[in-house]
């Protein structure tokens, strides 16, 4: 049973850079059928894909946060993390870590984080 | 602005049967397939369906889904009044190349 847990600062001032972790257990990172993804969830609103990163390290980013989104793995520490510049007020939500699988050409999360919430405020 | 369109709400008294819509386009839903999440109030999103019409060990088999051509919905049959919560439909977009959800759907069972 893989679980995934997401950590980092509650609180970011706007113009920083917010940086989450995302700790895999019950499983390896290096799953090569595993696609390690951030999907963040503003208050009141709906789901938003941030990105993904696949075992090999390649990136997929949503167009809109490309110019100010990092995804990386730390192979050695079964995590991974997401970095986001620049940030403002209407990057206040919560973030959650979850793991998309790829299967005979389906592509789905099965397994989430808990999600933690984030404000970007002074 | 969501990618993926689903009406804003839905309801429907228990036993009832209450489907949930979700328009896309030839990019997303007409070109791969669609997975849809139940979120109930204060947790993180659960996979309900996968691959149009697939469930998870231990989801339920009063949730069924279906696609068609840029369009998928999501059927719940026998409700009950644990079903109340946010239903969100998601897809690959060959065009942006990532992952695009419906701006979900609030359920009451009334």
């Known amino acids: 049973q893989v679980q995934l847990q997401e950590s980092g600062p509650g609180l970011v001032k706007p113009s920083e850079t917010l940086s989450l972790t995302c700790t895999v257990s019950?499983?390896?990172?290096?799953?090569?059928?595993?696609?390690w993804t951030w999907i963040r969830q503003p208050p009141g609103k709906g789901l938003e894909w941030i990105g993904h990163i696949y075992y090999s390290g390649s990136t997929n980013y949503n167009p809109s946060l490309k110019s100010r989104v990092t995804i990386s793995l730390a192979t050695s520490k079964n995590q991974f993390s997401l970095k986001l510049s620049s940030v403002t007020a209407a990057d206040t939500a919560v973030y959650y870590c979850?793991?998309?699988?790829?299967?005979?050409?389906?592509?789905?999360?099965?397994?989430w984080g808990q999600g933690t919430p984030v404000t970007v405020s002074s | 602005q969501s990618v993926l369109t689903q009406p804003p709400s839905a309801s429907g008294t228990p036993g009832q049967r209450v489907t949930i819509s979700c328009s896309g386009s030839n990019s997303n839903i007409g070109s791969d397939t669609v997975n849809w999440h139940q979120q109930l109030p204060g947790t993180a999103p659960k996979l309900l369906i996968y691959?149009?019409?697939q469930r998870p060990s231990g989801v339920p088999d009063r949730f069924s889904g279906s696609q068609s051509g840029t369009s998928a919905s999501l059927a719940i049959s026998g409700l009950q009044s644990e079903d109340e919560a946010d239903y969100y439909c998601a897809a690959w977009d060959d065009s942006l190349n990532g992952v695009v959800f419906g701006g979900g759907t609030k359920l009451t069972v009334l």
């Open positions: 019950g499983g390896s990172i290096s799953s090569n059928s595993s696609y």
């Open positions: 979850a793991r998309y699988k790829e299967d005979d050409s389906r592509f789905y999360p099965d397994y």
């Open positions: 691959s149009n019409n």
